[in-house]
């Protein structure tokens, strides 16, 4: 169907930036909206932040300032560009996909969640 390829985590310092990138590849055809997760030890996975087809954004309230998503439609691919980072950021970071693809005569909805990518900040 569609698979999702993250990269641009890494280390780095609080105060520093770090932007992710998740490419969408696969018999797709149309992508309705994209979004970024985050996952910390212990914790829940809690949406960061979000971009529809139509390129309305939303952003959960502790990136709100910092965050920033945008994706190129002709690469089928979302970023989330990571400014000012806390050490409260360190989490795994997945991408998630939501659309339409080729299957046959028909194009079926699918969800799509990439491998995630760790984002560590130091203090």
């Known amino acids: 169907q569609v698979q999702l390829v993250e990269s641009g985590g890494g280390l780095v310092q609080a105060g520093g930036s770090l932007r992710l990138s998740c490419a969408a590849s696969?018999?797709?055809?149309?992508?309705?909206?994209m979004y970024w997760y985050r996952q910390a030890p212990g914790k829940q996975r809690e949406l960061v932040a979000g971009?529809?087809?139509?390129?309305?954004?939303n952003y959960a309230d502790s990136v709100k300032g910092r965050f920033t998503i945008s994706t190129d439609n002709a690469k089928n691919t979302v970023y989330l560009q990571m400014n000012s980072l806390k050490p409260e950021d360190t989490a795994v970071y997945y991408c998630?996909?939501?659309?339409?693809?080729?299957?046959?005569?028909?194009?079926?909805?699918?969800?799509?969640w990439g491998q995630g990518t760790q984002v560590t900040v130091s203090s």
């Open positions: 998630n996909v939501k659309g339409t693809y080729h299957s046959g005569l028909y194009v079926p909805n699918f969800v799509s």
């Open positions: 971009i529809t087809s139509g390129k309305i954004t």
């Open positions: 696969g018999s797709i055809f149309a992508i309705n909206a």
